[in-house]
């Protein structure tokens, strides 16, 4: 009996049918990554969050479906609209121990009944629920770290919250094989600390439009928490030998110590603060601030190895700072010259680097040049594609 003998395609056909073929497992792969829920926790109220707004945007706008939890308070203002979705839990108490052991409380019963693939802790301060619920749920679980917790000088000075958190660290990051931080010298901390290996994501804005303009007013902003360790103590009294206005853009744990140290030093007239306002409202002073200004204590390892926010938003605003010489600022501005380094945070040191650049044009818009190419640089756009990538590769 003479079998029959299937009719063949053509190579042509073959390849296109093969190639048709892969292009379906991509797609299908992106789909089913792209349909994975992350939850995002924070312990605040989210208005003001511009970094997390950008990694959840990013994620939400990659296909991820995310929610980024933080906590309501009596001033909190209504959220925008965004691209995921945000909560806020309630809390009987507002700051101190109480508030923190009530929060992870909340928000492990917040999370225990939800549907979710992957969560991720940020910063220390809500990384035992989410260990326990990734856990509960065999699902994947992530630290991102902003700095090293335990190495706040608001922490690292009081030895009994220091330990209690210390012990927290010791027991929980060891357990987050995945995560990222915001600078090198952090990462390597980490790596020697509890053998993790993290990606650097670095919080930088996102890259728009911008031309600078002549400066009508030359005032020095800061922006950013006003917390210890910010170097208050010696900026303030600097204020006094600059002719310029001091414009402070934030809130936090040292607003009253600094608007006593204004009132102490009769400054009232020079140094100006705003409080929290919109992300902006805030561009719009960093865009017509005549120098920036980034400085911490050299009082913990999160300080000496921190990469602040406001730095880069200096750099996307063509805005010259004065900036502490500390190692990851250092490499930066080794390769871009976009700050005046200090060496301390003497009064003195602050008022003559300020003062020297209000009088020296020549540096000044060397510095501001060379800001305007660094922005092509440290970006959003550039730093999303490694976040997405994390997460694409955790989920793979």
Not at 92 to 110: Q, V
Not at 159 to 171: G, R, S, T
Not at 329 to 357: G, R, V
Request: charged share 25%; proline share 4%.
């Amino acid at each position: 009996m003479v079998q029959s003998v299937p009719r063949l395609c053509s190579p042509i056909k073959a390849v296109s049918k093969i190639k048709r073929g892969t292009l379906a497992v991509t797609l299908q792969k992106n789909q089913k990554l792209a349909s994975k829920n992350i939850y995002f926790t924070v312990t605040n109220d989210l208005k003001f969050d511009q970094r997390m707004h950008r990694i959840c945007g990013s994620l939400a706008n990659s296909g991820y479906d995310i929610v980024l939890v933080g906590r309501s308070l009596p001033d909190s203002k209504p959220l925008n609209s965004s691209p995921f979705k945000q909560v806020r839990l309630n809390c009987w108490f507002k700051k101190g121990k109480g508030f923190y052991a009530e929060y992870n409380l909340r928000l492990f019963f917040f999370l225990l009944f939800k549907k979710m693939d992957g969560i991720c802790a940020i910063d220390l301060d809500t990384i035992l629920p989410c260990l326990f619920i990734s856990k509960l749920k065999s699902i994947q679980r992530v630290y991102d770290a902003h700095e090293l917790f335990c190495e706040m000088k608001e922490v690292v000075t009081r030895p009994a919250i220091y330990h209690i958190w210390k012990k927290i660290e010791k027991y929980a990051v060891s357990k987050f094989k995945n995560g990222y931080t915001v600078s090198n010298p952090i990462a390597e901390e980490f790596k020697k600390m509890y053998d993790v290996n993290y990606e650097v994501i670095r919080n930088v804005p996102l890259l728009q439009d911008f031309t600078p303009t002549i400066k009508t007013e030359r005032f020095i902003l800061y922006q950013g928490a006003v917390n210890e360790a910010r170097s208050f103590e010696t900026l303030i009294p600097a204020i006094k030998n600059v002719n310029a206005t001091l414009i402070i853009c934030g809130d936090g744990n040292f607003m009253q110590q600094a608007k006593d140290l204004v009132t102490k030093n009769e400054l009232g007239q020079k140094i100006i603060f705003k409080g929290m306002i919109s992300p902006d409202e805030l561009k719009n002073y960093t865009q017509s601030a005549y120098i920036g200004v980034t400085l911490f204590e050299n009082t913990g390892m999160s300080n000496y190895y921190s990469l602040g926010n406001r730095f880069f938003d200096y750099i996307q605003s063509g805005l010259p700072q004065i900036c502490v010489n500390y190692p990851a600022y250092k490499e930066i501005n080794d390769e871009y010259k976009i700050a005046t380094l200090i060496d301390d945070l003497k009064p003195e040191t602050i008022s003559n680097a300020l003062n020297n650049l209000l009088a020296n044009d020549v540096l000044y818009a060397e510095l501001q040049s060379n800001c305007m190419k660094a922005r092509e640089i440290f970006n959003w756009q550039r730093e999303e594609q490694k976040l997405v990538h994390f997460y694409n590769q955790l989920f793979s």
